[in-house]
């Protein structure tokens, strides 16, 4: 036995090189004699098999909502408010069926894009619903205090999210630009205020007048929070609106509601231009009307896209993808506008003249009011020519502003001439063209006065209203009777009643300046 084992040893693999993954040592069990003899059996009947029962949860569908709503109700996250305004807002939002529907189908072109930005800023859907107590989603809407687009902006908190406000686009009203910035507006407020009901309220009040009302509660050892606050009435119903709409959305039926349904989809889609066109041919390219352009890029003020200025369109899903087809194929002009900077002061008749424009519709495109000059330097919207056919540089398209001035009311006045005076000189004198003075009296620029001669002028109106009561400015201007009468009557009045008449005059002289746009 001893023999044999030593031999059985000896006949093992003695080589030393490593053993690879098919070919490693085994390690024998020793087991006992008995149980290599006799295995394990199971004794009696086998028992059938069967099923059992679990209680583990059901399988969360990976489906995406076919609906939009669906998909804003699975975001909802804010915390509830329920209060007697909140119940106000719902009685008066669903005794107004028509208005619920107007403002949803408006929605329907922009909700999509705005549940998008919202999911991937991972912020509470509440905000989808924003712009439907905002401007019920009218991106036309303009407040009385010049808030303008869906999202409301303000012309300084619009500039300060860097929104362009010129005379061609109004970007508080771009879909793409607007959301962006309300959506980095209130993710600020939140992490200001770390209260989505307080960032609302900031949003709507002005986060200066928040913070002025929670020092004052703290002062007072008084709660902080949003129904806590001493704040306008509109401000105290803007969360309760939104709770109302949340409400609304959340259960309609509980309401009586219909929500029209907006497919969980784009609707529309970004076209990229490298050249000025204009929106009469994007839209003919594109087979939508111009009424539907606009509406998708209601920032555009102007008949023409400036590619510098506005790279971007938006178009509906479907005409993306013609418009890319049809412009391959299209052989006439892009655009047949441009913009012209205005080289020198000058009335809407002579910038018409310039450009080969007729005046009414050169008023019409750029706004301009009657009896207003356009001022140096302002960007005018005129038609293509030779000498202007160019696309609009970046710089004009960015920074285009129209500046207005009133024109000067001229007045047929009469005044006399000093000792040794010449035309020139007493043209000189009053402001005028020596040349026009010539002009309107008959005379030689250089013309030797008597003194006294009565000389003809066109003065402003203003001036020549002051002739009579200035004889210091404008020398020995001839009066007449009735004007030294009223001049006379005015000095007897008494202090007090002169200065009445003054502040009357300096008041209506205000009520007529100018707004320089």
Request: glycine fraction near 6%; include cysteine.
């Amino acid at each position: 036995m001893l023999l044999l084992s030593g031999c059985a040893t000896v006949g093992q693999d003695t080589h030393t090189s490593q053993p690879t993954g098919f070919d490693r040592p085994v390690v024998e069990t020793t087991l006992p004699k008995s149980a290599k003899q006799r295995p394990s059996l199971p004794a009696g009947p086998l028992s059938a098999l069967g099923t059992a029962t679990t209680s583990l949860p059901a399988v969360a569908t990976l489906a995406a909502p076919s609906d939009l709503w669906d998909r804003i109700r699975r975001g909802l996250a804010m915390p509830d408010l329920d209060t007697d305004l909140v119940r106000s807002r719902e009685k008066w939002y669903t005794s107004k069926p028509d208005y619920i529907q107007r403002m949803t189908a408006r929605s329907s072109r922009y909700l999509f894009h705005i549940v998008e930005e919202i999911e991937r800023r991972n912020m509470p859907m509440e905000l989808a619903l924003l712009p439907f107590i905002e401007s019920a989603f009218n991106p036309q809407a303009v407040s009385s205090a010049r808030a303008a687009g869906i999202w409301q902006f303000m012309p300084a908190t619009g500039e300060s999210f860097d929104l362009k406000q010129n005379v061609f686009r109004d970007d508080r009203r771009d879909v793409l630009a607007s959301t962006r910035a309300a959506l980095d507006y209130l993710q600020q407020l939140h992490n200001r205020f770390g209260d989505w009901h307080l960032a609302l309220a900031a949003y709507n009040w002005g986060q200066g007048n928040i913070n002025r009302a929670i020092t004052q509660n703290k002062r007072k050892g008084l709660p902080t929070g949003y129904t806590d606050l001493g704040m306008p009435m509109e401000t105290r119903m803007y969360v309760p609106k939104l709770q109302a709409l949340k409400n609304i959305i959340a259960k309609p039926e509980a309401f009586g509601t219909q929500l029209p349904p907006i497919g969980n989809h784009p609707f529309f889609d970004t076209v990229t231009l490298d050249r000025d066109m204009d929106v009469s041919v994007i839209a003919r390219i594109s087979g939508i009307s111009e009424q539907d352009f606009r509406a998708l890029n209601p920032s555009l003020k102007h008949p023409v896209v400036m590619a510098a200025g506005t790279p971007n369109i938006l178009l509906p899903w479907e005409s993306a993808a013609v418009f890319h087809s049809e412009l391959q194929k299209h052989n006439g002009p892009l655009a047949t506008w441009t913009a012209w900077v205005v080289p020198t002061t000058m009335t809407a008749e002579q910038a018409a003249e310039r450009v080969g424009m007729n005046v009414r519709e050169l008023r019409s495109i750029n706004t301009i009011p009657p009896r207003m000059l356009v001022r140096a330097g302002s960007s005018l919207i005129v038609p293509r020519n030779g000498q202007r056919n160019s696309d609009v540089s970046m710089h004009v398209a960015d920074n285009g502003h129209l500046s207005l001035q009133p024109e000067m009311v001229l007045r047929r006045a009469s005044v006399r001439a000093r000792k040794g005076e010449n035309l020139a000189q007493l043209a000189n004198r009053y402001g005028v063209s020596p040349v026009s003075a010539a002009g309107w009296n008959k005379l030689a620029v250089n013309a030797q006065l008597k003194p006294g001669q009565r000389i003809t002028l066109m003065l402003p109106q203003r001036t020549a209203g002051t002739l009579a009561s200035s004889p210091r400015k404008t020398g020995r201007e001839e009066s007449s009777p009735s004007s030294v009468r009223k001049t006379v009557a005015n000095s007897k009045k008494s202090p007090q009643a002169t200065q009445r008449t003054a502040s009357k005059t300096k008041v209506a002289a205000n009520a007529k300046k100018t707004i320089q746009p």
